[in-house]
């Protein structure tokens, strides 16, 4: 009994020391396989396409290692025996015909399945972004329609307020800076007789001329402005009384063309 028990475990012992060393030689052998293979892959990186060959000329080697181990399956002498493996060949490729034509049924009509739902979804897009189109046409023209009509409202006011100060500007100006009495023109000569003869006198554009009033003056300015606006210069003319000019100048209502100072215009505040 005894020895029974020693043979055991010293079989034992025995197995374990080989399995170690068939372990050890595994472990070398993967070793070299990696250390192989990452030389491969540093070469595969430098060239690709000889990495693609080397795997296909492998993998028809490892088809020709297998077709040269595979039994050769010779068929039977006999007739009869012939034709009842011919037949069980013939039944056998039926029937995989049969199971790959109904699958191929079965995906054809899953295929029409989903044809169908996709043109469905499609349409009813089509449907969505014409709707869609079709409103933000409508708000476009109601936007539209709204945004003319304001700006019609704020034309009209604006066109009633510059009429409101254009009649108060008027109503101002003629009671505040009226045509030039006899008075103001008597008063005004006897100003400019007292300066030096070099200089023009009243006399010289008061006899036989009329003046013009302030507003008339001032329409005429504005009106040259909308009519010529690159060129909206008047020439002073003897008929505009100077007082009205200088204050006009003074105020900063007008200004002088910087080349020819008998030139006037009104002042671009809008610029």
Known sequence: MENSE?????????????????????????????????????????????????????????????????????????????????????????????????????????????????????????????????????????ANIGLIREAEKKLNKMEKYAEELEQKLAQFLEIHFPVPSVEDIESRKGKRKRQTSGQATLDQFVDGKQFVSLKRLIKRMSKKCFESPHDPYIIIEDRYWPPYIELLLRCGVIVKNPQNSQYIKLTPFHL
């Open 6 to 142: 020693e043979d055991r475990s010293t079989s034992i012992n025995e197995l374990k020391s080989e399995c170690e060393q068939i372990w050890k030689a595994v472990h070398m052998a993967h070793k070299d396989i990696v250390k192989t293979e990452k030389v491969q892959t540093s070469e595969n990186v430098t060239n690709p396409i000889l990495a693609i060959c080397q795997a296909k000329e492998k993998r028809l080697q490892a088809e020709v290692e297998a077709l040269k181990h595979k039994p050769l399956n010779v068929l039977p002498q006999k007739d009869d025996i012939l034709k009842v493996v011919m037949k069980d060949e013939l039944q056998t490729t039926l029937k995989q015909l049969e199971e790959t034509l109904s699958d191929v049924k079965i995906r054809k009509n899953e295929l029409q399945d989903e044809l169908h739902r996709t043109e469905t979804h499609l349409h009813q897009q089509q449907e969505l972004q014409e709707a869609i189109l079709s409103k933000m046409e409508t708000a476009e023209r109601g």
